[in-house]
């Protein structure tokens, strides 16, 4: 079962920022929290990981409270092609364990 | 840089019969290796992970079974498919440390 938790879905508008939370308030002191996107019918797209410092890459941000129970994964200007689902997971001894995702649709 | 082939794209098969996928990955050395099965409108349910040659961890009870005979080489086969196992098949990479997972094309399997 999937250690993490996520609202179900989103709607977000084109060019603004996306802020997407994540749940994981069993996460041990050696896991890393994963983002991933899966656009339809294709595999899932990896976005950017981290332990417990804030993360940025040339897609999105990821913000990682101090207490590592929650993460936020933000795409700094939402666009058309980034609307998916979005799965947040932790690797719980190699054993990748996604849960729903959040579906996010980005609207014009 | 890593890849990961996984064939075929699509595949149609009767009730009964067998079935073989096969997953080759490259450009790493004993990678975790991963079978995931997508329903349709579905999230992705984790089937099998192997970290290393002749280790597979089942995740799900079911029709399925994997092996690992190389260390590049991850296979999902079933002795007699059920209507239940038409979905989405991927399969997945994640190198040595924490780094990201890679995931194949996957194979888009229908049972009639």
């Known amino acids: 079962d999937a250690k993490t938790t996520q609202p179900p879905s989103m709607d977000c508008a084109e060019g603004r920022a996306a802020n997407l939370p994540c749940n994981h308030s069993?996460?041990?002191?050696?896991?890393?929290v994963y983002w991933y996107r899966q656009i339809h019918s294709q595999g899932p797209q990896y976005i950017i990981h981290g332990l417990k410092n804030n993360e940025t890459n040339e897609m999105a941000s990821l913000i990682i409270t101090e207490d590592r129970k929650s993460s936020t994964l933000i795409l700094p200007h939402a666009t058309l092609r980034d609307t998916a689902v979005y799965y947040c997971?932790?690797?719980?001894?190699?054993?990748?364990?996604f849960g729903a995702g959040t579906t996010v649709t980005v609207r014009a | 840089s890593q890849t990961i082939h996984q064939w075929p794209a699509t595949l149609v098969q009767p009730v009964g019969s067998p079935l073989s996928l096969e997953c080759t990955v490259e450009?790493?050395?004993?990678?975790?290796l991963y079978w995931y099965r997508q329903a349709a409108g579905r999230g992705l349910q984790l089937l099998f992970y192997s970290v290393g040659i002749g280790q597979i961890s089942s995740e799900v009870p079911q029709n399925l079974s994997a092996s690992r005979p190389q260390d590049r080489q991850f296979i999902l086969s079933s002795k007699k498919l059920l209507l239940s196992d038409s979905g989405f098949y991927l399969c997945?990479?994640?190198?040595?440390?924490?780094?990201?997972?890679?995931f194949g094309q996957g194979t888009r399997l229908t049972v009639v």
């Open positions: 069993t996460i041990s002191g050696n896991e890393y």
């Open positions: 450009g790493t050395s004993n990678p975790n």
């Open positions: 997971i932790t690797d719980d001894d190699y054993k990748l364990s």
């Open positions: 997945a990479l994640q190198g040595v440390g924490n780094t990201e997972a890679f």
